[in-house]
């Protein structure tokens, strides 16, 4: 099906569906536990960028691949082989030689606590130095990748962009080369203060963002983001339940004033009662209309971390396929939601499952 918000290049003319450029770090997650008491972790791969372009893989069986790098060494070898359980094809990996002791390279670890009731969720980052964060402009040949390869869907994202002065140059380039041979562009803002106040450079994150953003057909991003990550004067925010998506919908149209190019600005909304249970939505603008998803008033939550990846995901493979906008944002939600009743950041739910979900299905067993 075509997708009349959207033109995609056709499949059989694209070796991937989905292309993701970003870090993939090694999760330590201490369960039921505090990271200062454990003893024990259940590891997981995820990075923002690249649990979009798994969950496409792994949830909905597209072709994806991810654009990231990797020190050759035993931790990167592992996050290799978590990376090809999860469905993502693994030759765009640039590999760096190791030093023996991790001067020079190293994977970047992110040991994160789910959080219960009334305690957070907590992420402690160990990234600095990470093989990810070295990756320069002009290693990666994106005319090849987008023109000769082909690709529909490329999705990258602030957090990457962020993680040094090298990787902001390369998502630049990434994303004006997908802009030039008709891919697809989403880009995820997600604002993280700990890595552009790293930046020498105070106005870092709006000149980068600002380029990002003249190059994206697909945004996703708040009020927060808009403000922060690309400067824009948005005035005083409305006071209101935020599930009612009223301050998106007054701020989507200026930001989209702003970057006419841009086809689709979406976000998700959040109403945190306690650590394990939330209300959960999303809503989208695109051609001058608001569109909200159901509202779940309740949503149990094991594990947040990923939710909002997982709507990306489901958003975009929703789009690719040629489903309305509506549609795809209610694939965006129950995909969510799914995601978060699980741990690590990326997806376990299949794509019956979301599917089910999206069309008014309940917890009832499974039999």
């Given at each position: 099906m075509s997708n009349p918000l959207l033109t995609l290049r056709p499949a059989a003319d694209c070796q991937w569906d989905?292309?993701?450029?970003?870090?993939?770090?090694?999760?330590?997650?201490?369960?039921?536990?505090?990271?200062?008491?454990?003893?024990?972790?259940?590891?997981?791969?995820?990075?923002?960028?690249?649990?979009?372009?798994?969950?496409?893989?792994?949830?909905?069986?597209?072709r994806s691949s991810v654009v990231t790098a990797l020190p050759d060494?035993?931790?990167?070898?592992?996050?290799?082989?978590?990376?090809?359980?999860?469905?993502?094809?693994?030759?765009?990996?640039?590999?760096?030689?190791?030093?023996?002791?991790?001067?020079?390279?190293?994977?970047?670890?992110?040991?994160?606590?789910?959080g219960f009731g009334l305690r957070p969720a907590l992420g402690v980052s160990d990234r600095a130095n990470s093989a990810a964060s070295q990756i320069a402009p002009g290693e990666i040949d994106w005319d090849h990748l987008f023109g000769v390869a082909g690709v529909r869907w490329f999705h990258t994202g602030g957090i990457f962009a962020a993680l040094s002065a090298t990787t902001a140059q390369v998502a630049?380039?990434?994303?004006?080369?997908?802009?030039?041979?008709?891919?697809?562009?989403s880009y995820d803002l997600n604002y993280r203060a700990s890595l552009w106040n790293s930046h020498p450079d105070p106005d870092a994150a709006r000149a980068v963002n600002r380029r990002i953003a003249s190059s994206v057909d697909v945004m996703i991003g708040d009020r927060h983001g808009f403000e922060t990550c690309l400067g824009l004067e948005l005035g005083k925010p409305p006071a209101g339940d935020p599930m009612d998506?009223?301050?998106?919908?007054?701020?989507?149209?200026?930001?989209?004033?702003?970057?006419?190019?841009?086809?689709?600005?979406?976000?998700?909304?959040?109403?945190?009662?306690?650590?394990?249970?939330?209300?959960w939505s999303a809503?989208?603008?695109?051609?001058?209309?608001?569109?909200?998803?159901?509202?779940?008033?309740?949503?149990?939550?094991?594990?947040?971390v990923g939710g909002g990846d997982a709507f990306v995901s489901g958003l975009a493979v929703a789009l690719m396929e040629g489903h309305d906008l509506d549609t795809a944002l209610?694939?965006?939600?129950?995909?969510?939601?799914?995601?978060?009743?699980?741990?690590?950041?990326a997806s376990m739910a299949s794509r019956a499952e979301v599917i089910a979900l999206a069309s008014g299905g309940d917890a009832r067993t499974i039999r």
């Open positions: 989905m292309v993701a450029l970003g870090e993939v770090m090694l999760r330590f997650d201490p369960g039921e536990r505090r990271v200062r008491n454990a003893r024990s972790f259940d590891v997981w791969e995820g990075g923002g960028e690249y649990n979009v372009a798994r969950a496409a893989a792994r949830t909905f069986g597209l060494n035993e931790l990167g070898r592992l996050t290799e082989d978590l990376i090809a359980q999860g469905g993502v094809d693994r030759r765009h990996i640039l590999w760096r030689d190791f030093d023996g002791i991790g001067r020079n390279t190293r994977v970047g670890l992110n040991f994160t606590e789910r630049i380039e990434a994303v004006e080369a997908a802009r030039r041979h008709g891919t697809v562009v998506g009223d301050d998106f919908a007054a701020v989507a149209p200026q930001f989209a004033a702003t970057f006419p190019e841009t086809r689709l600005v979406a976000a998700t909304l959040r109403r945190p009662t306690t650590s394990s249970q939330n209300g809503i989208a603008w695109a051609d001058g209309q608001v569109h909200r998803a159901p509202v779940r008033e309740t949503v149990d939550i094991l594990d947040r209610g694939w965006g939600t129950a995909h969510g939601a799914l995601a978060m009743t699980t741990p690590g950041d």
